[in-house]
Structures are given as structure tokens and as C-alpha cells.
């Protein structure tokens, strides 16, 4: 069965810039979630789809941060403008449902200079 | 609120040595609890998760860990280290609410192995 997959895994953008990032969950599973793990720390959890609806963003930095999942399968994250403090890595996770094993991919390492 | 300490930040053991690493967790109920771990390059992969039953829980790769309500601990274990556990740990709270699933985790502990 084929993993998480995202892309691209590294980026490098200045200050003010705009960023996408995208994320094909594992096939079937329902809920999918974006994470931002920043050097030194946990992951933190930013939003969670269930198929293509939000059921939590309480986290998510809204005046910069956006995502979206259109037909309930890939999913894009997207930073405008961006700033330093957003450099970390990009965590995407799917799982068959809320509270099931949750599968991450690689990550997308996110430099803002 | 939720919440969840690593008290150690790092760890070096010999490789063959037993290995215990700390986690504490504060939740109002009984949560959903997880050991993570991240080798270099690659994703987070679950070791373990307790949602209830028996406070033993056994694991991939040979961890096991146990629940402990009465210290709010969540540990996880191994009898003997190989150099190949070298990573970094995370262990994580999870509970069910408003449609969705909220996992929190901890900092995060980096496992050193000598040989």
C-alpha cells in the first residue's frame, strides 16, 4: 500500500512570499490532518479534514495560513505572506478515521530567510 | 487542557542496554495514548497507542510501554537497545471532540546508542 506522499520536500522562499504545499493521503482514508513541527519540538497540529469538510482549525494562523481538500483526496496548504517564524517542517497525516492510527509522510522542510 | 512532558530531552544508552523513556500527560479523562518515533529523513511511524484495557501495552520493533493513572505516565520501554533505535521519540495525547480527533504531543526525547 503506498504511503503518504508530499511535495516538494524541501523549500527555500524569502520573507513575504507566498508558499503551497500538497499532500495525497493514503487511499481510502477519510481524515486527513496538517501539522507544523518546528526545529526542537512536537509536531502541533494546524487542521483536520474529515473527507473535504474542516472539523478543527482552531490552531491554524487564519490571516496567513490556508488549506483546503476539494474532493475529500489530496489536500494543499498554502502560507501568504510567509515569515521567518514559519520555517519548520510540514507534516501531512491521513488516517481511515477520526482517533485511528494516524500515517505520516515525509515532510516538506519550509526555510523562509 | 491537554498536555505532555518529555522530561529528557536526550538519552544515550549502550546498545544491549535497557532503555525507559519518561512521559507524563495531563487530561481530565482517561486519553488516547501514543508513542511516535521519527528516524532521520523519515516520517513519524506509531510504536504503540493505550485506549483502555490493559495497562501493558506491547508495540512494534519491541517496545512496550505502560499506563499509570495514579502518576499520569505513560513510559516507554525496551529490554535490550539496537543501534538502529537511534531516533527521536514522541510520545502524544489524543481525545475524541468535535467531529474530529485532537492529538497533542510532546517535545520530544532523541535517542544516542554507543556501541
Known amino acids: 500500500e503506498a504511503g503518504v506522499a508530499q511535495s516538494p520536500r524541501y523549500k527555500i522562499i524569502e520573507k513575504r512570499q507566498s508558499v503551497a504545499f500538497w499532500c495525497n493521503p493514503i487511499?481510502?482514508?477519510?481524515?486527513l490532518y496538517w501539522y507544523q513541527q518546528i526545529l526542537g519540538q512536537g509536531p502541533k497540529l494546524l487542521i483536520q479534514?474529515?473527507?473535504?469538510?474542516?472539523?478543527?482549525d482552531s490552531q491554524l494562523p487564519k490571516d496567513r495560513f490556508s488549506a483546503e481538500r476539494l474532493k475529500g483526496v489530496d489536500s494543499t496548504l498554502k502560507i501568504q505572506p510567509a515569515k521567518l517564524e514559519d520555517s519548520a517542517v510540514y507534516l501531512c497525516?491521513?488516517?481511515?478515521?477520526?482517533?485511528?492510527?494516524?500515517?505520516f509522510g515525509p515532510g516538506t522542510r519550509l526555510t523562509v530567510t | 487542557a491537554q498536555s505532555v512532558t518529555q522530561p529528557d530531552i536526550h538519552i544515550t544508552v549502550s546498545e544491549g542496554a535497557s532503555l525507559e523513556l519518561r512521559c507524563n500527560y495531563s487530561?481530565?479523562?482517561?486519553?488516547?495514548l501514543f508513542w511516535y518515533v521519527q528516524s532521520p529523513g523519515q516520517g513519524l511511524q506509531l510504536l504503540l497507542k493505550?485506549?483502555?484495557?490493559?495497562?501493558l501495552v506491547q508495540g512494534i520493533k519491541g517496545f512496550e510501554a505502560e499506563f499509570k493513572r495514579s502518576q499520569s505516565s505513560f513510559n516507554l520501554r525496551k529490554p535490550s537497545v539496537h543501534w538502529s533505535d537511534a531516533a527521536e521519540y514522541f510520545c502524544?495525547?489524543?481525545?475524541?471532540?468535535?467531529?474530529?480527533?485532537?492529538?497533542?504531543f510532546g517535545a520530544g526525547t532523541r535517542l544516542f546508542v554507543k556501541a
Open positions: 487511499s481510502g482514508h477519510a481524515t
Open positions: 493505550y485506549f483502555s484495557g490493559d495497562t
Open positions: 502524544a495525547v489524543g481525545a475524541p471532540g468535535g467531529g474530529g480527533f485532537k492529538t497533542i
Open positions: 497525516a491521513s488516517s481511515l478515521e477520526p482517533g485511528g492510527e494516524q500515517y
Open positions: 479534514f474529515q473527507n473535504n469538510g474542516v472539523v478543527d
Open positions: 487530561y481530565g479523562a482517561t486519553p488516547y
